[in-house]
Nanobody, 121 residues
Framework: VQLQASGGGSVQIGGSLRLSCVAS????????VGWFRQPPGKEREFVAV????????LYHDSVKGRFTVSRDNAKDVAFLQMNNLSPEDTAVYFC???????????????WGQGTQVTVSS
């Protein structure tokens, strides 16, 4: 599976962005999709994950209530809707595909390139 993440950009505090993760290659619908981020100077961290069917979603506590992960298997795409953004959300965001739905980065087999999200006042 090849993954292409996009949708990052610069926004003001309280703004919103929607990241997309478009897949090609193997059956995208067989994989869970995880979103991770790497803030400047920090380790990569889990953000959210959606199971292959979309029936299970998990979020890091810091984004609960603000971020929503979704997917459209018919179009081989997953999304991360990010609302009420704060400077602490500034990071490079990555999507990944793997089995099963996991919060641990090293369980994911396929990774997209990152997309930069910058939140400023």
């Amino acid at each position: 599976v090849q993954l292409q993440a996009s949708g990052g950009g610069s926004v003001q505090i309280g703004g919103s962005l929607r990241l997309s993760c478009v897949a090609s290659g193997e059956a995208f619908g067989s994989y869970a999709v995880g979103w991770f981020r790497q803030p400047p100077g920090k380790e990569r961290e889990f953000v959210a994950v959606i199971s292959w069917s979309g029936g299970i979603t998990l979020y890091h506590d810091s984004v609960k209530g603000r971020f929503t992960v979704s997917r459209d298997n018919a179009k081989d795409v997953a999304f991360l809707q990010m609302n009420n953004l704060s400077p602490e959300d500034t990071a490079v965001y990555f999507c990944a595909a793997g089995i099963p739905h996991s919060t641990t980065a090293n369980t994911y087999k396929y990774w997209g390139q990152g997309t930069q999200v910058t939140v400023s006042s």
